[in-house]
């Protein structure tokens, strides 16, 4: 899964919340950029159902946990919602993909954390994913063809107008140290736990 790009760790703090997350998630990023199935030199449709599988089993948790709530990234007059899970289910269903042969233990969500700064934080793991996938459509979209690769191009949704209006959003709600440093809890907690999803499914 291609992500913005980021720094890498630092013990030093960060007085913005985008490069304070940058730094905190810089070396999950780095690791997770090798390990999804869409890494390899020259990806099939086969490594494109892997990545979906492995995104689905890690990001339906996290929307229907953040579908609860009505505030800070979920507040709807801030940001559009998105329901990314029904593109990847319309990518595996598509006649074009190979059929899946195994099922994908979804992980466990959602932490007992439920401030707006961590679900900012969140947020940023799952929206930087978009820009990642966008670039990986440009890449891909002849290459798979005729599947129309719906998840990664976001059927056809220009993703920067959005990660900008996320980005603003995220600024002017997460100004403290301490929501800051909540934040960056919230994009650690989501980076690990689809780190240790591909972990433990070797065989995609």
Sequence with gaps: MTLIPTGTDSPEAAA???AALRVATGSRHAVLDQSMPLSTETPSL??????????RAWLAPLEAWLALFDDG????SVLDRIERTSLIDADLGDSAMPA????VETI?????ERSRAYRWGVGYVIEGSQLGGAVLYRRLHERLAPHPLRYLGQDGMP???HWQRF??????DVTTDAQIADACAGAVDAFDTLLALVSREPAL
Excluded at 73 to 76: E, G, Y
Excluded at 167 to 172: C, K
């Design 16 to 18: 913005d919340v985008l």
């Design 100 to 103: 899946v042969t195994q099922d």
């Design 73 to 76: 990234p979920q507040d709807a």
């Design 159 to 161: 993703v920067g107008p």
């Design 167 to 172: 980005i603003r959003a995220m600024r002017n």
């Design 46 to 55: 086969v490594d494109y159902r892997n990545h979906l599988l492995l995104l």
């Design 108 to 112: 466990e969500w959602p932490r007992d």
